[in-house]
């Protein structure tokens, strides 16, 4: 009688057992195919379970870092933001046209300009100037709000970059 009772834990460990590891492999499946699949190497046709666990990791951590640049792009648009909502306040004290801003982001560069729509602005010598300096320029825009034009330039940064004033 003894015997049985030993048969049955056994038994019932055996079930446990199996079922955690059935469990276990539709949460790795599922865990793959939140990946990409372009993510993994063509090559690498039979991945392990340890394999597809790192380049699960190594994408959650792309994702992370993706999502805090975009979070400094949105603190940035929202600072342009903040300072196009000063112009009115700038108008009534009257600053001395063009304002220039230049913002240290690592590898790359914020350059804000303001100017007054009436100046003769030349742009493309700004631009001629950061390119001179070693920045390739990313992304260039403006807006214009109300007699000022607010100019912003994103640059890449490929090698040491001193900034020299624009006269």
Known sequence: MRKSSSDSFKLDRKIVEKNRRIIMKGLCFQLA?????HYFNSSESRL????????????????????????????????????????????????????????????????????????????????????????SVVNASFSIVGDRILHTIHSQVSVCFYFHSIE
């Open 33 to 37: 195919s939140l990946i990409p699949n």
């Open 48 to 135: 392990t379970t340890e394999d597809r666990f790192d380049h699960a990791a190594i994408y959650i951590n792309q994702l992370r870092e993706r999502i805090e640049e975009l979070k400094g792009r949105k603190e940035l648009a929202m600072n342009v933001e903040r300072t196009s909502n000063n112009f009115k306040k700038d108008m009534a004290i009257g600053l001395r046209l063009p304002i220039l801003e230049l913002r240290d982001l690592g590898s790359t560069i914020e350059l804000i300009l303001i100017s007054g729509k009436n100046k003769n602005f030349m742009f493309n010598e700004v631009i001629s100037v950061l390119e001179e300096e070693g920045a």
